[in-house]
């Protein structure tokens, strides 16, 4: 669960191999924290009848103290 709001640029890419086979990646790029916050890879098959991916994601959460307060 994340407390503050978070702005992502999230960019993919696909490279056509030969006219079945596709390879994918991809990234988020956290603007506020200034670092990338996931990563995927992948590749994909497509015929006439026939979708199939197969991917690989990392998503990185930061970590930190948070302060949690009850009215009373």
Known sequence: MFLDRR???LGS???KVNPNWVLLAGAGYDL???SVTQTQIG???IDD???LALNYITSYAYSGSV???TPI
């Open 13 to 15: 890419a696909r490279l």
């Open 32 to 34: 506020h924290a200034n």
């Open 43 to 45: 590749v994909g098959y």
């Open 49 to 51: 009848c026939l979708i």
């Open 7 to 9: 702005e992502v640029i």
């Open 67 to 69: 302060s949690v307060t």
